[in-house]
């Protein structure tokens, strides 16, 4: 080719300056097929199994594309114009084609083998021993090593789970959104915000019918629950919601959305794939590459965590129950009361402006804020930088050692824009790893959606705004201040799913130092810092049913874990018995018999979170505990501390297993005190 193709430019930096949709097809396209090319020649006899020759090798020819792709995702996100849609969705079942034929290719399975038997492997370095070591784990658990004659069996398992999992949505989707209730009297509606109400006109109006309507979808029912007076109303809605893809007969189910039958097939298929592959449960499948070694000791955590939370969720419930009985006048307390009567104790209790705390948190504050935690922290500098953006409103900063060395550099792209996806996310631009010619050093993307600045004034941004903004940097000092040399282990690559959100739930703890928040904040109008009177209400509703709150997460990752590892689906219990077991145990708020939680529980049976939901319990853990030895040494910001932070945890990414990072950071085994502590369940 004679003209140059922008994103096939790896010198330095994505030239967002001049790449176009155009360009994605014939750079993708000419990747894809380098990639394939690579991976025949390295899978070739004459190619010696040997980490230069085969892994390096690998990892080193597919890194363009991973770049090139990342780039194109990432404008996908950003810049979601139709142009841009349509070049990233052109080629995305191709891209999609290319990772399924690498994780099934037996071939490349062979050569990590073979270099694994090499007597040469003990003499790799420790993240080469890791790479190779999680390739063979991952092709074992996608059935490789299984004998030929069983090989069909399991693929035909793995079609019908997917198929299933895909079911298991679809008829929750459908129940979800067959049933409506329609509002005409106005004076039903007596308690509901005005949002709420005209979100449902325009629901009616879009429908053609007469006044409101409201749906199970979550920002209908959410806000009806927590505000309608009308208690029939939530009755009403609270047993259609809870009876959703279920057996039961609620007046607008189709027998053909249960999704009782899925769930026991489901259960049935991941235990013939464990058994398949030498496990005795599907939870030992789940765990094999988690931070977690067995079920029991995820049960043990669960249940640990359980018996010191119940108290405190005892104590909530009985404050709810009391001010509904004595304030709201409902002695019968019903589950369709608990959203409702919490919203009405939490103002009367706990409230303060929302909007009040919005005008401290002034955009250029908040960054500074930001940078002076990660430059005390880490002993690092973090300076404005320039490079080509994708947007006017993108900033671009470098850190930077003390001397003055490049360690690395993050786009910073704040406000919420229309062609923007939602939400806030960390994205890699570029990881590090040793070249022939040095370190190649990590680039990020941080974004978010909060509300530009307007009227010339600068932005201000929620305390929630604020925690995500901290969120998402710490998932970035993940990626950039890595010392990874090796792709595949280099920053958050490789790092165990319970052990990723450490890093940024930690950074988190800033937003509610007071010293930190009295630096970073400036009204808007007047300059001053936040009130301490205000920072005493902000922290006193921070903990607001953190009792109830917890047992409930608890309930659905016991119930998820004893169901993949104890529970036989095809013996004469069911899982609702073994939900309605593990609620006697660990509930303070049970639900009525016909409720169906398990029958729209999508993160275990139609997503990926099967024998996983502890894992966000368990992060929390994690990144209380760390945030712990800080405060044991009464400085957020202790040198000490933060050095050995950064060398046991944050700059190892997933060269060594999250546990020992934990242990050789802590000196011990993680313990749920820390957080039962910040949420405010201090253990007797
Ligand atoms: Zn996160």
């Not at 198929?163 to 959104?177: G, I, P, V, Y």
């Not at 106005?186 to 449902?200: F, H, I, T």
């Not at 005892?314 to 509904?324: I, Q, S």
């Not at 044991?632 to 990072?661: C, H, M, T, W």
Request: net charge negative; proline share 5%; hydrophobic share 40%.
């Amino acid at each position: 080719m004679t003209t140059t193709n922008p994103l096939l430019d790896f010198t330095d930096l994505p030239r967002f300056d001049l790449i176009q949709p155009e360009h994605v097809k014939p750079a993708i396209t000419q990747l894809l097929a380098d990639g394939r090319a690579l991976i025949d020649r390295l899978t070739g006899e004459s190619t010696p199994a040997t980490w230069a020759d085969f892994a390096g090798a690998l990892s080193e020819g597919l890194e363009p594309f991973g770049r090139a792709w990342g780039v194109v995702g990432h404008l996908h996100s950003v810049n979601d114009v139709p142009a841009w849609r349509e070049a990233y969705n052109e080629m995305l079942p191709e891209v999609s084609r290319f990772y399924t034929e690498l994780g099934q290719n037996l071939k490349l399975f062979d050569k990590y083998r073979a270099l694994f038997k090499n007597e040469a492997f003990s003499r790799l370095t420790v993240e080469q021993q890791k790479i190779i070591e999680n390739e063979i784990r991952d092709f074992r658990l996608g059935g490789a090593e299984l004998p030929e004659d069983q090989k069909p069996r399991f693929q035909a398992i793995m079609e019908e789970l997917s198929q299933l999992s895909a079911k298991f949505s679809e008829n929750l989707l459908d129940a979800t959104n067959a049933f409506a209730e329609v509002v005409t009297d106005e004076a039903v509606l007596a308690g509901l915000p005005d949002y709420a109400k005209d979100a449902a006109r325009e629901v009616a109006q879009k429908a053609g019918v007469e006044g409101w309507k409201f749906t199970l979808h979550a920002p209908s029912y959410g806000p009806l629950m927590q505000y309608a007076d009308n208690r029939e109303l939530r009755a009403r809605m609270y047993r259609a919601y809870a009876t959703r893809a279920a057996e039961i007969d609620n007046g607008y189910s189709k027998p053909e959305w249960d999704n009782g039958p899925l769930m026991k097939r489901i259960l049935e298929l991941r235990a013939e794939d464990a058994r398949m592959l030498g496990f005795a449960n599907f939870a030992e499948v789940s765990l094999l590459p988690k931070m977690a070694d067995t079920p029991e000791q995820v049960l043990a955590f669960l249940g640990d965590m359980a018996k010191k939370a119940k108290p405190f969720a005892e104590k909530d419930m009985a404050e709810l129950l009391a001010f509904a009985r004595d304030e709201l006048g409902i002695a019968d307390f019903q589950p369709w009361d608990a959203a409702y009567v919490s919203e009405k104790l939490l103002q009367a209790r706990y409230a303060f402006s929302e909007q009040e705390v919005k005008q401290y948190f002034t955009e250029p504050k908040v960054v500074a804020g930001l940078f002076k935690v990660i430059e005390s922290l880490f002993t690092v500098k973090v300076k404005e930088d320039k490079a080509p953006v994708w947007h006017e409103d993108v900033r671009f900063y470098r850190i930077e050692t003390p001397a003055g060395d490049l360690v690395g550099q993050f786009y910073m792209d704040l406000y919420a824009r229309e062609t923007k996806r939602g939400g806030a996310w960390m994205d890699e631009a570029r990881s590090r790893k040793r070249t022939a010619g040095g370190i190649q050093k990590p680039i990020a993307y941080l974004n978010c959606n909060f509300a530009r600045p307007v009227g010339g004034k600068p932005a201000t941004f929620t305390h929630d705004e604020v925690i995500t903004l901290f969120h998402e940097a710490g998932h970035g000092l993940h990626h950039l201040l890595t010392r990874g040399e090796e792709l595949g282990v280099s920053g958050i690559h490789g790092v165990e799913w319970e052990a990723v959100e450490l890093p940024s739930q930690f950074m988190e703890n800033y937003c509610w130092e007071w010293d930190v928040l009295q630096g970073m904040t400036a009204h808007v109008t007047t300059g001053e810092p936040l009130p301490r009177t205000l920072y005493d209400k902000m922290f006193a509703a921070k903990n607001f049913q953190s009792g109830m709150m917890t047992v409930r997460q608890l309930e659905f990752s016991i119930f998820d874990m004893r169901l993949h590892c104890e529970f036989d689906p095809n013996s004469a219990s069911t899982v609702m018995d073994v939900i309605r077991e593990v609620r006697e145990e660990v509930a303070v708020l049970i639900p009525p018999e016909w409720h169906r939680f398990p029958n729209s529980f999508s993160h275990i049976f139609g997503g990926g979170y099967a024998a996983g939901y502890y894992s966000y319990k368990w992060a929390e853990v994690l990144s209380a505990d760390a945030y712990a030895a800080f405060e044991e040494a009464g400085n957020p910001f202790d040198p000490v501390v933060g050095q050995r932070y950064l060398d046991e945890i944050l700059s190892k990414g997933g060269s060594r297993p999250a546990l020992e990072n934990f242990k050789a950071f802590r000196g011990r085994e993680p313990s749920p005190d820390a957080l039962l502590r910040h949420s405010g369940m201090i253990a007797a």
